[in-house]
Nanobody, 120 residues
């Protein structure tokens, strides 16, 4: 009864920008943690940015100063603003949500992913 959907990926030139969105919906009692991961074929999925319900946000060293994560709790949405994109940012980006459903305790949920390709 919990769904996570990402959007906003696409093809951009190096130095360009994209804004990813992720919205959680369904029988959600509360959301604890939201974040973004990315994965390239043949490599492990890695954390890009995280926005816990409390505490500071976290970024991978490779994206610090270029990416910004933010949350709109009322909309159950997390955003990833990506600026100064580099070819090495090319990956499939996945939204992660840790939420408490109305039926029980917290569980982990993943979106289907959205492709980001940086090339010229």
């Amino acid at each position: 009864q919990v769904q996570v959907v990402e959007s906003g990926g696409g093809l951009v030139q190096p130095g360009g920008s994209l804004r990813l969105s992720c919205t959680a919906s369904g029988s959600i009692f509360g959301i604890n943690h939201m974040g973004w991961y990315r994965q390239v074929p043949g490599k492990a999925r890695e954390l890009v940015a995280a926005a816990p319900s409390t505490g500071s946000t976290t970024y991978a060293d490779s994206v610090k100063g270029r990416f910004t994560i933010s949350r709109d709790n009322a909309k159950k949405t997390v955003y990833l603003q990506m600026n100064s994109l580099k070819p090495e940012d090319t990956a499939r980006y996945y939204c992660y949500v840790r939420a408490t459903s109305t039926s029980g305790g917290p569980s982990d949920y993943w979106g289907q992913g959205t492709q980001v390709t940086v090339a010229s």
